[in-house]
């Protein structure tokens, strides 16, 4: 087996020192780092299970992705600019396929959004991925969950409920497809999330449901919602392989989509449009922010009521 | 069982206000900080798990304590001031008087470095626990393994082997006295770090064992060491707990002291005494650094050579 330097200098050294704030990267007791002079920093961290996050035998190149992508997402709901990354990994063996298949699928995807790794760290355990990410924000500039006033308007990024169905397909040994696409390679919305930056009064990443994670962002912003369930979109792919009524149940409580739920204010509206077409993104109106607390469903289908929560349905899988 | 949030919320959240710099703490996506305006930031990560770096069913606080030492140490080793930590926390279930344990262990420690957790993740699984520490350091002043220099006097902080010699004994079922205490509730020597910036040439944290650690510290600064053995300092209390070359090849090769071993230049060995006396810490000059590679023994008892390293003591025990 290597020693831990050994594989931290093999694997991952090499993306400690491709940003010039990088003083000192990897191979040291610490890293030492030159935080911008006119930027506050945004912090994160996102550990994934074996079995808890991705069901075990995945190919290690997405468990090096989702790693990275369920940080930077994180940073791209408060409207951040990514920079820095540490990593610990604990893992039961130093299998080098699989680590170079993980710090592969890790380290393009940071490249992509120009996030350095710093720092590591190996231990022998169960497979179990930490990362700390770290950002940048112009001070008081950061975007929380807790400016949503009634009369705003509520978007997501995407569409919800596909990463859910990709799980279940992958589960049952479909192993390629736009849905298991969606489940194995998610796009966090960096630059969506900046450019929302002084117009969203606030956002949430969607990594446990639509309906959940909204319900969280009022609670946060002291409002609630009403939730239109005829507005919230279905992609093609989920509608082809379920019926309606079960997408729609995917959409609002399955989770690992890693789209972004924002409020706009009317005035600001318009920015939206803006948005979906300078990045080819959908960027859909599914409800308002209106006083009280909670979520109120409303369009056909409201009558069913709220569907279980993806906790539920995860739970019912390990 | 408690949901993430309610966990985090009430054993963690209330430490996550208690510095000024911290903008925005646990509860959104991720926290905001304020990085002081001469600072660089040194940042570690450092996880253990169980039946690796602590035996199963070690009471919670010291579990919390040692998870948040081991970071700390990391940063006496580079002169930075502590300031913000993220914990990532698996645990199998969430049993709230082991809760309350950890995070009080890990709390206290936190409070009087202080250090404020800004972010908190929490996921079902096997127990480990990661901590991402970052502190501040004057531009271009932190201490690194790096700079040490042929003619330069190695010394450490306290005494080594102690931390070996009491898991050894809290294995064998004694699980009192200062042996035990040193495995326990490691001191990170941040106040000692912070005095060596600006003097010391290297420094390290011992973690791993002196002979290994001196020998990183070495190879990193393309220098090899005189260790003389006759100079290492044994504790009272592993000496009155095993004859003296056993004690010496823990003092050797045994991990978890968490004391630093640093190099100062002859002209600056002055300090070491100043230091002693400001922290009543014994600072002991074990050797010096010369032109080579590698660490060389001499002085009494050289001649048996290097005691197997401590990821061998350890690989024997799990």
């Known amino acids: 087996m290597l020693t831990e330097d050994e594989l931290i200098e093999r694997f991952f050294a090499p993306a400690g020192s491709t940003r010039a704030d990088v003083i000192l990267g990897i191979g ?167 450019d929302l930056v002084g117009s969203a009064s606030s956002a949430i990443d969607l990594s446990d449901g639509l309906a959940g994670d909204l319900g969280k962002l009022m609670k946060a912003s002291g409002t609630a919602a009403r939730l239109d369930l005829d507005r919230v979109p279905l992609s093609e792919s989920i509608l082809a392989a379920m019926d309606r009524d079960r997408a729609r149940d995917l959409a609002l409580a399955g989770g690992d989509d890693y789209e972004l739920c924002f409020t706009l204010p009317k005035a600001k509206k318009g920015l939206a449009r803006e948005i979906e077409e300078k990045y080819s993104v959908a960027i859909t109106c599914v409800g308002e922010v209106i006083a009280g607390s909670g979520v109120m469903l409303c369009g056909e289908g409201a009558d069913a009521g709220m569907p279980n929560s993806w906790q539920h349905f995860r739970q019912m899988k390990t």
């Open 28 to 194: 040291d007791d610490a890293a030492v780092l030159a935080p911008p002079a006119d930027r506050q920093i945004v912090s994160t961290v996102d550990t994934i299970n074996e079995n808890i996050h991705f069901p075990a035998g995945l190919p290690a190149r997405f468990i090096g992705h989702r790693a990275m992508a369920v940080n930077l997402s994180d940073l791209a709901a408060m409207g951040a600019e990514p920079a820095w990354a540490t990593l610990s990994l604990s893992i039961p063996d130093s299998d080098e396929e699989w680590l170079s298949g993980f710090s592969g699928g890790l380290l393009e995807l940071a490249a992509r959004f120009g996030v350095a790794l710093t720092g590591g760290d190996t231990v022998r355990g169960p497979l179990s991925i930490c990362v700390n990410l770290q950002g940048f924000v112009e001070p008081g500039r950061q975007i929380t969950r807790a400016g949503a006033r009634p009369g705003d308007a509520i978007f997501i990024t995407g569409t919800t409920g596909d990463a859910a169905a990709g799980l279940e397909r992958l589960q049952a040994h479909t192993c390629s497809g736009p849905l298991v696409e969606k489940f194995l390679t998610p796009e966090p919305r960096v630059e969506i999330g900046r």
